[in-house]
């Protein structure tokens, strides 16, 4: 759309069928609570409404547990509430197998997977990381 405006409202994510596999599909940017935790594709920071730099920026930021894509690799940051309980950020936002040209031969050895989290309530849980690699190995 950003080259020819008249593609503008021809397509959206509906026409992609998500929903009927299964998926349910928010808005862009919509944060959406789970057990607590806080999903967004990232979080916006300060006035501008930029991402959070770190997965520790997003948990002071946020103040609660809260999972984000936007950015490649995995990064993990970890606090604890006032009444002990722990709150876990984490940017996980590479669950492919390509290369990405404007990354380079250096910005593309990152990890790539995604994650699990078991027992999850209140803002807790205990995350699994589970990585291509290991996909690939497993089941090929």
């Given at each position: 759309m950003n080259d020819d405006s008249k593609l503008d409202g021809v397509l959206s994510v509906d026409d992609l069928g998500y929903e009927g596999y299964g998926w349910k599909v928010y808005p862009f940017l919509e944060v959406v609570?789970?057990?607590g935790i806080a999903f967004a594709h990232y979080f916006q920071t300060g006035v501008m409404g930029r991402p959070a730099s770190s997965a520790q920026a997003q948990l002071n930021k946020k103040h609660q547990s809260c999972i984000a894509g936007h950015q490649q690799g995995l990064q993990i940051a970890t606090g604890f509430k006032?009444?002990?309980?722990m709150i876990t950020s984490i940017i996980a936002g590479s669950s492919y197998?390509?290369?990405e040209d404007y990354l380079g031969p250096q910005?593309?050895?990152h990890w790539r997977g995604f994650l699990m989290l078991h027992?999850?309530?209140e803002g807790s849980f205990d995350p699994?990381?589970?990585s291509l690699?290991?996909?690939?190995?497993?089941y090929a």
């Open positions: 609570e789970i057990a006032a009444n002990r309980s197998e390509h290369n910005g593309n050895k027992d999850s309530k699994m990381f589970v690699n290991y996909i690939n190995q497993r």
